[in-house]
């Protein structure tokens, strides 16, 4: 990997976004994937028919997003409340102690290696420009790329979860049903691999060692639920 490269792209902002919200979409997807292959596995291990696989993935399908869009929404707003509750206590501690609030500005930027003069001369005119901004930004380490969005996140990951579960569910539709479990589970790792893959290198991660994580946890997931399956082997069709 080129050194200028990697360093340029860490410092790129955009390429931060980028990748966070690529490694999100790439987990969701993973999940949705893996949960209605699995689901649909065991399903097709225990019926001779058609319908009952596709009415499980499809259920399956719309249960797993709305959960994951649902468990999202409320994850990261309780962090949006915790970021709010900060900030208005950084802003109480502004009006009630502005010396000390000043005092601790300059401090940090010490440590990120200021001389103890210029430290409190950047403090000072930050503090003139934008006192609650500048706090913000370099006390409580909020700033725009990772200030939460729940309605944004609930629909990112509700969306990725729907576009990797749609997979299976098309191949319960419309591939033989003779064999359906191995079908689902060839096409589930497949999809797996290939997104395994992506993610790995956007993250400049070892593709190899994501492969094999994702086919060995795959193959466990979805042999559990076709053994589950099996073992109940009622015609339901
Ligand atoms: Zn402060």
Same mark, same amino acid.
């Not at 080129?2 to 919200?21: A, G, M």
């Not at 058609?50 to 009415?55: E, T």
């Not at 109480?92 to 430290?119: C, D, F, N, S, V």
């Not at 193959?219 to 053994?227: E, N, S, W």
């Given at each position: 990997?080129? *050194?200028?490269?990697?360093?340029?792209?860490?410092?790129?902002?955009?390429?931060?976004?980028?990748?966070?919200?690529?490694?999100?979409?790439?987990?969701?997807? %993973?999940?949705?994937?893996?949960?209605?292959?699995? !689901?649909?596995?065991?399903?097709?291990?225990?019926?001779?028919?058609?319908?009952?696989?596709?009415?499980?993935?499809?259920?399956?399908?719309?249960?797993?997003?709305?959960?994951?869009?649902?468990?999202?929404?409320?994850?990261?707003?309780?962090?949006?409340?915790?970021?709010?509750?900060?900030?208005?206590?950084?802003?109480?501690?502004? *009006?009630?102690?502005?010396?000390? @609030?000043?005092?601790?500005?300059? @401090?940090?930027? @010490?440590?990120?290696? !200021?001389?103890?003069?210029?430290?409190?001369?950047?403090?000072?005119?930050?503090?003139?420009?934008?006192?609650?901004?500048?706090?913000?930004?370099?006390?409580?380490?909020? %700033?725009?790329?990772?200030?939460? *969005?729940?309605?944004?996140?609930? #629909?990112?990951?509700?969306?990725?979860?729907?576009? +990797?579960?749609?997979?299976?569910?098309?191949?319960?539709? #419309?591939?033989?049903?003779? +064999?359906? @479990?191995?079908?689902? $589970? +060839? #096409?589930?790792?497949?999809?797996?691999?290939?997104?395994?893959?992506?993610?790995? *290198?956007?993250? +400049?991660?070892?593709?190899?060692?994501?492969?094999?994580?994702?086919?060995?946890?795959?193959?466990?997931?979805?042999?559990?639920?076709?053994?589950?399956? $099996?073992?109940?082997?009622?015609?339901?069709?």
């Amino acid at each position: 990997m080129e *050194k200028t490269d990697s360093l340029d792209n860490y410092l790129d902002p955009h390429y931060i976004t980028r990748s966070n919200w690529l490694r999100a979409a790439v987990l969701g997807a %993973n999940d949705g994937i893996l949960s209605t292959a699995s !689901l649909a596995i065991g399903i097709a291990a225990a019926s001779s028919s058609r319908d009952p696989i596709v009415l499980a993935t499809l259920a399956g399908l719309v249960a797993g997003a709305l959960s994951m869009a649902a468990g999202e929404y409320v994850s990261v707003s309780s962090q949006t409340d915790v970021e709010k509750a900060d900030i208005e206590r950084e802003r109480e501690e502004l *009006k009630e102690m502005p010396e000390i @609030e000043l005092q601790r500005l300059a @401090e940090i930027y @010490e440590k990120r290696g !200021l001389k103890k003069e210029t430290a409190i001369v950047v403090a000072k005119e930050l503090t003139e420009h934008d006192a609650l901004g500048a706090h913000i930004r370099d006390e409580l380490g909020l %700033n725009e790329i990772s200030q939460a *969005k729940p309605i944004q996140a609930a #629909f990112a990951s509700g969306a990725a979860f729907t576009g +990797g579960g749609i997979l299976p569910f098309l191949v319960a539709l #419309f591939l033989p049903l003779h +064999g359906m @479990e191995y079908y689902l $589970y +060839g #096409f589930a790792i497949f999809f797996l691999v290939v997104l395994g893959a992506l993610a790995a *290198k956007t993250g +400049g991660s070892s593709i190899g060692k994501a492969i094999l994580r994702i086919t060995f946890w795959g193959t466990i997931a979805m042999g559990l639920t076709a053994l589950v399956g $099996y073992l109940f082997n009622v015609n339901v069709g």
